[in-house]
């Protein structure tokens, strides 16, 4: 299955329609259990008998292939937060639990990682693609400590201070609400941190490089507006 965002280290990923999906080989090694074990529970849970709809069956549970250590095509599951969670069920005892309440933790870490990816594009779609270059584990604040630079160059706020001061509904863009100066400003700023993400990876040197990009720009203006 391709990824949107790759696997953590307990298999959890987000696949190309932006859900929250769990690895069944994962869950395996964490549950202690052999992967073959937790197939022949997952198509327990699937079969016809079971009750499931076969709705529910097909948005929460995915057949996908791996290859093993001897290179064979081999199956496994990628399921949805539900689809977990009624695999889980009868997984009982405290280690048991443990690993429980850590995979719903890590599915809500997750699930945010795709909101503020998805909230991102908005303002800055090429932004958000080159910041997966820079990271080899990307983590939400990735993504959002890059925009809020260019915000806070650009407008002097970050774009939640400027919801905030301005009255506009929380996860909603701020681009309609901007200065024809703000606009132009976040966009030439934009443009310059995709090349910047590539050639300075610590977010210092890229600070300072756009605030004299930003006073260069504001300094081209004023002489054509004198």
């Not at 529970?41 to 057949?63: H, K, V, Y």
């Not at 048991?96 to 909230?119: D, G, P, Q, S, V």
């Not at 509904?169 to 910047?196: F, H, M, S």
């Amino acid at each position: 299955m391709k990824e949107l965002i790759k696997k953590d280290e307990y298999g959890i990923f987000a696949d190309t329609k932006e859900t929250a999906r769990a690895d069944s080989l994962f869950i395996a090694r964490f549950f202690e259990k052999r992967h073959d074990n937790v197939l022949q529970d997952i198509e327990r849970l699937i079969a016809p008998q079971s009750g499931l709809s076969e709705s529910f069956n097909f948005l929460n549970f995915q057949e996908i292939n791996y290859t093993d250590s001897r290179g064979r095509k081999q199956k496994a599951y990628a399921m949805t937060r539900d689809g977990f969670i009624m695999l889980v069920m009868d997984y009982t005892g405290a280690k048991a639990n443990r690993f429980k309440e850590l995979y719903i933790k890590r599915f809500n870490e997750m699930e945010n990682h795709i909101k503020t990816l998805l909230e991102t594009r908005v303002d800055f779609p090429l932004l958000t693609d080159n910041t997966k270059l820079l990271y080899d584990n990307l983590q939400p604040y990735h993504y959002s400590n890059e925009c809020n630079l260019v915000n806070k160059i650009a407008l002097g706020i970050t774009a939640k201070k400027y919801r905030e001061l301005n009255g506009i509904p929380k996860g909603e863009t701020i681009r309609p609400y901007l200065t024809e100066e703000q606009l132009y400003l976040l966009n030439e700023l934009q443009k310059a941190d995709i090349t910047l993400l590539r050639l300075f990876p610590k977010y210092n040197d890229r600070k300072e490089y756009l605030k004299q990009y930003k006073d260069s720009l504001l300094s081209q203006q004023n002489r054509l507006t004198a």
